[in-house]
């Protein structure tokens, strides 16, 4: 759901621009509103608010209406918004409508203005365009969607401007079925939101409230029946963005004409059909191979992740049904229902059961809160059974490693089948370590006499950590991995160079990643303080920045965690004769995550280490407080100072050192790659280029790191 109401704003300059005069644009013309539809008046007497904590945007109205029945399928638009600041006319000037020309056309009705209790037309000498700006090409996927562009003259602060227009078609792939997501609430106030649906006897046509709203006002008009909602004086609602999944910022409402889970899968059956081809027999044979059919699942899994690169063309129908097997692995390109289908061919070529599978990525096990709809479902996956045992596969997922049991899939939490007998969503089971395990040993080797500093770094990465890790190495070249681990491990005037190459060990069988590097650090210590002492401040370990700490102690919606991310980091103090550091023995263990921190020490080294597991995927708003308070006590803990006393060159104490985490925090999940890696990132290479030596093989296990339990 958007946090705005009304049509979406696009940020311009654009993509793509075809510029023409209004009669010669294709899937747009001007005409009356349909007389199906009830008119709404504008309020422009609503009070324009004041202060200095006005919005920029006064929203009037916000009306949609759609009617189900003849053909096209016809969704009428009408709403007014007031120009409060100057801000607001860079935007607010001009009216935008996305549309998908293969299969839709837009009548546009009213575009005024209203000024000095007069409204005037703006129609007539609009400047009229279409865009082509592919939103999510970034995600690899070209739509097709263009943007109709009207930029209004003589627009002022203080003017309402008032639009209307229908849009006429809906996709084709869909086979006549209709659904729908209106949106009932956003971080503005509204003066008016009113939805009204029309449909004919013989459409089984439900709605679904998310959130809180009232019930319709129902009516009947001869063969059709009605529902109406219609709201006033709508408060703004505060939003949030790190919403775990499943929970909604703002209100909506779901409409879907689909009786249930299983009307879905006969919808989809015949989208994903596999016909045998010659083509997929001999792709098969060359690449499924094996001496077991889990062994042949696999390679199929492998090369279908690593040698068909994810892209998808997403236009008209496009947007859900695949293309054809043999073309995807012809061209070496799909999305994720392209890349699924063509699994399944594979895997069927070898004699494995596979079906594709529709999930939510973001909504995850919440759609079992929805009516059943296409519109549940953002991604495909695949389901297959090998030997009896059911196993769940991604083939958009790149640089897996493990055997089937051990292969990564997001927490969906639920699925549909598309398979014949399928009626209902099932479970996605979780593994027992979603995310897998990333754990650095840092070890400072301080008994150098010319006031150096060596810094030997091992991370070890494994389960879905290490396909990360894989991934990463792929991807990023060497003078990026000094120029990182230079900021980690230097300072201005603190120069720290590699002393070493850096090794790279990859078990891929047991999908296990173990990266070592080594630093020399000139001038290490800081100043004399006057006191005859010298000082060294060791960087945080990534652990400090898994846990995601809000910027508020209360809320009214819960707050996301990384569900299943653990880390184990150990800091290790070498060197010298003699060493006073400080003793750390720490323990949290909450509904969320569990924390611990211990020393060890011995006659070689110093070791302090910290293990965190997290638990949940979420913190309840009751909760947030004693939350923060959990994560404030860990991070503590973060900030390690070595004291070095002239009169004995080799003596340390521990200290704490205040340190600044805040900034990390809002980095969030998707830090959480690069944050683990950080004692990585300097050792790194590409190794696709050769820069690297790579140990194929197992890596040295003989001294795992500590599990939290």
């Not at 996305?98 to 839709?104: G, N, V």
């Amino acid at each position: 759901m958007s946090p705005e109401p009304g049509v979406p704003l696009l940020p311009l300059p654009f993509l793509l621009c075809a510029l023409a005069g209004p009669d010669d644009i294709a899937g747009f013309h001007r005409g009356p509103a349909p007389g199906w539809v009830a008119p709404v008046a504008v309020d422009v007497d609503l009070p324009a608010p004041e202060g200095p904590a006005r919005e920029s945007v006064q929203y009037l109205l916000v009306d949609d209406q759609v009617r189900l029945g003849e053909s096209p399928i016809q969704r009428y638009s009408h709403g007014a918004w007031r120009l409060v600041t100057q801000p607001s006319l860079d935007e607010m000037s001009r009216l935008e409508i996305d549309f998908d020309p293969s299969y839709s056309e837009v009548v546009l009705h009213t575009l005024r203005v209203w000024r000095d209790r007069t409204w005037s037309d703006r129609l007539d000498d609009a400047w009229v365009t279409t865009i082509q700006q592919e939103t999510s090409l970034w995600q690899e996927m070209f739509n097709g969607v263009r943007t109709l562009v009207l930029v209004m003259p003589d627009v002022r602060v203080g003017d309402v401007v008032e639009y209307a227009y229908t849009i006429r078609g809906f996709n084709p792939v869909f086979a006549g079925h209709f659904m729908d997501a209106l949106e009932m609430g956003w971080s503005v106030p509204a003066g008016r939101r009113q939805v009204r649906l029309r449909w004919p006897e013989g459409i089984p046509l439900s709605t679904r409230a998310h959130g809180d709203l009232p019930d319709p006002v129902l009516h009947r008009d001869g063969a059709e029946s009605e529902a109406t909602w219609d709201l006033a004086s709508l408060p703004a609602l505060p939003g949030a963005f790190d919403l775990p999944p499943g929970v909604d910022a703002w209100p909506w409402l779901q409409v879907s004409d689909y009786t249930s889970w299983e009307d879905v899968v006969r919808w989809a059956t015949p989208l994903y059909a596999v016909d045998t081809d010659p083509a997929i027999h001999a792709l098969a044979e060359r690449v499924c191979t094996g001496d077991s059919p889990e062994a042949r699942a696999r390679s199929c899994v492998a090369w279908v992740q690593d040698e068909v690169r994810y892209f998808g063309v997403e236009m008209g129908p496009g947007s859900h049904a695949p293309d054809a097997p043999e073309v995807v692995a012809s061209r070496r390109y799909g999305d994720c229902k392209d890349k699924s289908l063509l699994l399944v061919a594979l895997l069927a070529e070898v004699g494995v059961e596979a079906w594709p599978a529709l999930v939510n990525t973001e909504i995850q096990r919440g759609i079992t809160d929805w009516f059943p709809s296409p519109m549940a479902f953002d991604h495909v996956v695949v389901q297959a059974v090998v030997n009896g045992t059911p196993y769940w596969m991604d083939p958009t997922l790149t640089q897996q490693g493990g055997d089937l049991s051990g292969l990564w899939i997001p927490p969906f939490g639920k699925a549909l089948p598309i398979r014949d007998g399928a009626v209902d969503l099932v479970d996605v089971p979780l593994p027992a370590r979603p995310d897998g395990q990333s754990s650095q040993t840092e070890t400072w080797s301080v008994a150098e006499r010319d006031g150096a500093v060596r810094v030997t770094v091992q991370t070890t990465a494994e389960g879905h950590r290490a396909d990360e890790t894989r991934a990463w190495l792929a991807d990023i070249s060497e003078d990026e991995i000094g120029r990182q681990g230079a900021e980690r491990y230097g300072r201005p005037g603190r120069a720290a160079t590699p002393d070493d190459s850096i090794q790279v060990a990859d078990d891929r069988g047991r999908n296990v990643v173990r990266i070592t590097q080594s630093y020399r650090v000139e001038d290490a210590w800081n100043p004399d303080t006057g006191e005859g002492t010298a000082t060294l401040d060791l960087p945080d370990p990534p652990v400090f920045a898994v846990l995601p700490l809000p910027t508020e102690r209360e809320r009214v919606l819960p707050f996301a965690l990384p569900r299943g991310a653990t880390e184990v980091d150990t800091v290790r103090i070498a060197g010298g004769a003699r060493r006073a550091v400080r003793n750390v023995d720490f323990h949290e263990d909450n509904d969320w995550f569990r924390f611990d921190a211990t020393t060890t020490a011995t006659s070689a080294a110093t070791e302090i280490t910290y293990a965190l597991r997290v638990k949940s995927d979420r913190v309840a708003a009751a909760d947030l407080a004693s939350y923060v308070d959990a994560v404030e006590a860990v991070r503590s803990l973060a900030g390690y100072r070595l004291t070095r006393t002239n009169g004995s060159r080799f003596a340390w104490k521990g200290e704490e050192r205040k340190t600044f985490l805040g900034f990390l925090a809002g980095l969030g999940v998707g830090a959480l790659i690069p944050a683990s890696l950080l004692g990585v990132a300097a050792l790194w290479v590409a190794v696709r280029r050769g820069r690297v030596r790579v140990e194929e093989g197992e890596p040295d296990l003989s001294e795992p790191p500590q599990n939290p339990e």
